[in-house]
């Protein structure tokens, strides 16, 4: 594995398949699929502690968009308005064959660790349409542009400083969360994700991709409730599981089960799966 992939440390041998019965209960199913997943994409390792206001603002850039599109976003605030040098090095992020950053691969958390973060003082002074028009790229700027502003203030009003990290450390991470969860822009699989990624909490935030394939699993019911799914999933995953199923579950909602004509056809957790004779029956499959 070239170097530059190795934030997502992947151990596995590709292509193992479900043999046994089709598994009733759903926990037992969830676990079969976690222990698939891991042996065919590799088990994802948490990498290391991060700056948790990048991680965040990165996240929030990300809601419904790719990674590559907040990415942009990101990359445009920093270059306009450049924080201190800190050695970051954007070459380290995944390419693809023609050298673009690369869709599947791509994580915040490679983003986080690879890019210069911007000089958050001056961000905070922005005014909202200027911040709006920086991030334009990651979609929904005036929604986004919001989220960052309060973001930064809390920060400000809190510890006197742009650091999320600051605010972890004096109110704990549970009452720092608390309070985040209250300002606009900020829900979730937002607070979720900045855990596992900045803290390596052991937990599988719900995403497009991980609401979409364990409802398709059938481990839950939740129609569009992401939120229920994530209340719902928590308890169900083994101590330890957790980093690494979210994030197989994105390159596999990447690449296989996706959201138009997943690939059920080939697909190493077909015999497990409860939706798969009737999606390959319908016809919506590759
Ligand atoms: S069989 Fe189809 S629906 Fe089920 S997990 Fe695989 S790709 Fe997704």
């Not at 203030?153 to 704990?172: C, F, M, N, P, R």
């Not at 996706?258 to 590759?286: M, N, Q, Y």
Request: glycine content about 8%.
């Amino acid at each position: 594995m070239p170097a530059r992939l190795s934030k997502l440390k992947r151990t596995g041998t590709p292509h193992r398949e479900e043999a046994a019965r089709p598994v009733k209960d759903p926990r037992k199913r969830l676990v079969r699929a976690i222990d698939l997943l891991d042996a065919n994409l590799g088990v994802a390792v948490w990498d290391g502690r991060k700056d948790s206001l990048e991680v965040l603002v990165l996240t929030i850039l990300s809601q419904n968009t790719t990674d590559p599109n907040a990415l942009r976003g990101y990359q445009n605030l920093a270059k306009h308005l450049p924080g201190k040098h800190t050695g970051k090095d954007a070459t380290t992020l995944p390419l693809d064959a023609d050298g673009n950053v690369d869709k599947v691969k791509l994580r915040l958390s490679n983003a986080a660790t690879a890019v210069e973060p911007p000089d958050w003082a001056r961000v905070a002074k922005l005014k909202q349409k200027q911040l709006a028009d920086y991030i334009r790229a990651a979609g929904l700027p005036d929604a986004k542009s919001g989220a960052i502003l309060a973001l930064l203030g809390w920060l400000d009003e809190t510890v006197g400083q742009y650091s999320l990290d600051a605010a972890i450390d004096k109110l704990g991470v549970d009452a720092a969360m608390e309070a985040l969860s209250g300002l606009k822009g900020i829900g979730v699989k937002t607070i979720g994700v900045t855990l596992i990624e900045a803290l390596g909490v052991d937990l599988c935030p719900v995403d497009t991709h991980v609401h979409r394939i364990i409802n398709r699993l059938g481990v839950v019911d939740t129609k569009s409730n992401r939120d229920k799914t994530f209340e719902l999933l928590k308890p169900m995953i083994p101590e330890g599981r957790a980093y690494s199923l979210h994030h197989n579950l994105l390159t596999f909602g990447r690449t296989v089960c996706t959201s138009k004509k997943p690939d059920c056809t080939h697909c190493f957790l077909r015999k497990l799966c409860p939706s798969a004779s009737a999606l390959i029956a319908s016809g919506e499959v590759r």
